[in-house]
């Protein structure tokens, strides 16, 4: 019954941010890849050849073939459990478990679409996030924790104002 009720106020959320605003979901262009590589010009030298086992094996479905034929991460309806099962599949090695990382992107609020900065209670992308890195000072002002956060994507689809955006990682500057 909890999860009826999620369900029921993000689909009213979504509803209402939509309607009210008229705004279609704009992904940025950025390609993820599946968080078990080490080396990306893999990619375009071994994925343009196979069959894309990885596809089929994904457990979230959110593992997606781009133009140029090679696999990257669909986070609009799901997101990344590092299951490892695509590495399992990979023919070619291109993905493999002892390369098993975070996802190489930064996950943000943009705190200018989202509601509940604007003082609406939701917790639409705190109730997905595996690693409990989304958190809310005084309710109302939710943000990520980057030391929790593993850019496995579960908050950005379910946001009713698409609030939640991933970038490029940030470069760490190392002194």
């Not at 106020?9 to 309607?19: A, C, G, K, T």
């Not at 509601?115 to 939710?142: N, T």
Request: a negative charge; charged letters at 30%.
């Amino acid at each position: 019954m909890v999860s009826n009720t999620k369900m029921q106020r993000r689909e009213l959320f979504s509803f209402l941010s939509s309607s009210l605003k008229g705004e279609e979901r704009k992904v940025k262009e950025i390609i993820l890849r599946p968080p078990y590589y080490e080396d990306i010009s893999l990619f375009h030298k071994e994925c343009i050849e196979c069959e894309a086992p990885c596809i089929t094996v994904c457990e979230e479905d959110i593992i997606k073939i781009a133009s140029d034929k090679t696999p990257y991460l669909d986070f609009l309806s799901s997101g990344c459990t590092y299951c490892d099962e695509c590495t399992k599949a990979c023919p070619h090695g291109v993905l493999k478990l002892e390369f098993k990382k975070p996802i190489d992107a930064d996950v943000i609020i943009n705190i200018s679409k989202c509601i509940s900065w604007e003082g609406v209670m939701c917790f639409s992308c705190k109730d997905p996030c595996l690693e409990d890195a989304i958190e809310f000072k005084a309710m109302f002002m939710p943000s990520i924790n980057m030391s929790k956060c593993t850019a496995c994507g579960f908050c950005i689809g379910r946001c009713p104002t698409y609030a939640i955006e991933i970038q490029e990682k940030k470069e760490q500057n190392v002194l």
